[in-house]
């Protein structure tokens, strides 16, 4: 059985960051741990834009340090879209930001996979809650 380790980290950077001298990506596991942290979520709100070559420099230096990295996915992945283009572009999103978290050497990524939408009434499953 796995033990459970409970860590804690930020998604991004704040204002901090640039303030406390770091400068790109390569800082994020030097500035994660001088804040006492062990974790990161790496943003990718706007797409998947750190090169594999460069995730993986930073994965070695965050294990190093105990850190571990999770994805966000970006954010307009619509997994439930009408649209089939805009259906598949989502499975490419997270294909992307699954690549990058391994790169990254984490194991979660995080995504919003969009509403039902218009499709509410049309989904049998799919209950309508009065109260």
């Known amino acids: 059985m796995s033990e459970w ?8 950077t704040s204002d901090s960051f640039t303030a406390m001298g770091y400068k790109n990506s390569l800082d994020i596991p030097a500035y ?5 942290l062990d974790a990161f979520e790496y943003q990718c709100g706007h797409g998947v834009r750190l090169g594999l070559d460069k995730a993986r420099q930073m994965a070695d ?9 999770s994805v966000h996915a970006p954010y307009y992945i619509s997994a439930s879209s ?5 259906r598949l572009n989502s499975v ?3 294909l992307q930001s699954a690549a ?19 499709q509410a009434g049309k989904l049998p499953w799919k209950k309508r809650w009065t109260p």
């Open 5 to 12: 380790k409970i860590r804690f980290g930020t998604a991004g």
């Open 32 to 36: 994660t741990e001088k804040m006492g």
């Open 61 to 69: 230096d965050a294990a190093a340090r105990g850190i571990l990295f």
């Open 82 to 86: 009408l649209d089939e283009e805009k």
């Open 92 to 94: 490419n999103y997270l």
């Open 100 to 118: 990058l978290c391994r790169a990254l050497g984490g194991r979660r990524v995080i995504f919003h996979s969009g509403s039902c939408g218009r």
